[in-house]
């Protein structure tokens, strides 16, 4: 069991930095039922730098590190990318130490004194569970026995009672459930002795990114130090375990999913002529925390007619008139998951006939994207189906010319539409972008759909009747063996739908 005894014990293992605990599934299950009990006697007077079941039992349950993800959950992510790394490796170069280094996000300051909303570093929260600025989880895997340790801000009466309470490294122990803690500050001389004990290791640590930049450079010195060329990226590995979701991390983003779905059918229904893009922003964050998402994923697109033109419009500041769309890009992250949604409607309530002949254009190749689903393409795969059918409906409805040949059709619609048409999704927005796009979906992957036509005055493609239009749909899809499930099914996008819920709110 762990306990704050196990803590000042710790000390005389540091130099050798033998492992304490190897962590087997069933020594997990053990752990757990003695950690709950742990962590509720011993605990329960501690401040914490996150939400804990006991003081925010409207949030997270009791075993739980962070809403919805149980410890154990935790602890198979770091076994698994242990496993990984050391199965890889031992193939093709013999060498049995890895030490894995994961720092966490620090905060970044807008002005003096004046923070950011804090987001940590994902795989540091994919591994931990842990919300709190400038840790460092380093993992080792010696053979077999794999440790993970954390490195904790320590507690300060001074600093707490500005920022609010840090977790500690007393509490940490018991309730991220790792083999050790230390205080950050002994990060690096810790690092060192394993190093020192095991020169031939190989140190993983994502050298592009960098997230704190004392325990950047520090590590750059030493490994120097150690005539290594450089670090070894473990971020494929994180992302092969993380583009799977499991099915706590599914039920997460499924609700994720339906708040986005009905903050944006929600913005829909209030929206009326004359509003403004930066109202109707408004409304779709209101929406979407009132339903308890922490914050919009992402700055929404909100743009009015011609600014849907513009792929990524976030000046969102315009009045939108009489007889133009909206085209809405909005999603919010609920318990570190996100949902990312387009909507495109007309404000008045009714498309007109131009607006209306794209809107089932893409609506269709939507449909038809997504039950290409079923096949488990790749992403690249439906991307070019997406570029194919554009120019082929277009000109079936005579708005490009019929005359162009395949090499032709295929840049027409390329002009119409430059951007990708899918990208995995889950804790990042464009989530595991390591994974590459050629692979065919597998189940328990969350992918977008997201098809679109933006046609601006320099298209010479298509008449000047349709210049300025600009629509999307982008819906969130979870693959499954046989029928994949749109998570956004809840949010209107049929015309009739649209319409009905568009004119609700005129006067
Ligand atoms: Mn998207």
């Given amino acids: 069991m762990y306990t704050l005894k196990c803590i000042s014990r710790l000390p005389l293992n540091i130099l050798t930095f033998q492992p304490i605990a190897k962590c087997s599934s069933k020594g997990i299950q053990n752990a757990t039922l003695q950690y709950r009990q742990s962590v509720q006697n011993v605990m329960q007077g501690v401040a914490y730098g996150q939400p804990t079941p006991w003081t925010h039992s409207h949030l997270i349950k009791d075993g739980e590190v962070v809403p919805g993800i149980d410890v154990n959950e935790f602890q198979a992510r770091r076994n698994k990318l242990m496993e990984k790394i050391s199965r890889v490796n031992k193939s093709c170069f013999k060498i049995s130490a890895h030490v894995v280094i994961i720092p966490s996000a620090s905060k970044v300051y807008m002005s003096d004194k004046i923070p950011y909303v804090f987001r940590q570093n994902t795989d540091f929260l ?127 983003m499924r609700r994720s999913c339906e708040i986005a779905s009905a903050a944006i059918s929600e913005t829909i229904r209030k929206s009326k002529i004359g509003m403004t893009e930066h109202e109707l922003f408004a409304t779709v964050d209101y929406e979407s925390r009132m339903r308890g998402a922490e ?70 190749i939507q449909k038809t994207l997504i039950n290409k689903l079923k096949e488990m393409p790749s992403l690249d795969i439906i991307y070019h189906d997406m570029c194919r059918l554009l120019g082929k409906r277009l000109q079936e409805e005579c708005i490009i010319s019929k005359n162009l040949n395949t090499a032709q059709l295929l840049e027409a619609a390329h002009h119409c539409c430059p951007h990708h048409v899918s990208h995995y999704l889950g804790m990042d927005v464009h989530d595991t972008m390591n994974i590459s796009l050629y692979n065919p979906v597998l189940p328990g992957m969350i992918i977008t759909v997201e098809p679109g036509i933006y046609l601006n005055s320099n298209n010479k493609f298509v008449p000047s009747e349709f210049h300025g239009l600009g629509i999307r749909l982008e819906d969130n899809i979870l693959i499954h063996e046989h029928t994949p499930e749109i998570l956004t099914e809840s949010c209107p996008k049929e015309v009739m739908e649209i319409e009905i819920l568009a004119q609700q709110n005129q006067t």
């Fill in 126 to 252: 994919y591994l931990t569970g842990c919300q709190e600025p400038n840790s460092i989880l380093l993992m080792t895997a010696i053979n077999d026995n794999y440790t993970s340790t954390l490195f904790m801000q320590p507690k300060n009466p001074q600093i707490e009672l500005w920022e609010g309470p840090r977790t500690g490294v007393t509490a940490a122990l018991p309730f991220f459930q790792v083999d050790q803690v230390f205080p950050v500050s002994e990060f690096h001389s810790i690092l060192q002795s394993f190093l020192n004990a095991h020169k031939n290791s190989i140190v993983w640590y994502d050298g592009a990114n960098i997230l704190q930049a004392e325990v950047h450079q520090n590590l750059q010195q030493l490994i120097k130090t150690l005539n290594k060329q450089e670090f070894n990226n473990p971020k494929s590995f994180l992302h092969e375990l993380r583009v799977i979701k499991s099915k706590a991390e599914q039920n997460l």
């Fill in 295 to 364: 914050f919009l994923a992402y700055p929404p697109v909100v743009a009015g007619g011609k600014n849907a033109n513009v792929i990524h419009y976030i000046a969102n500041n315009q009045f939108v008139c009489d007889k133009e769309m909206v085209l809405m890009d909005a999603g919010c992250e609920y318990h570190g998951y996100t949902s990312d949604i387009t909507r495109t409607w007309p404000i008045n309530g009714t498309f007109t006939p131009n607006q209306r002949i794209l809107y089932e254009i893409i609506l269709d």
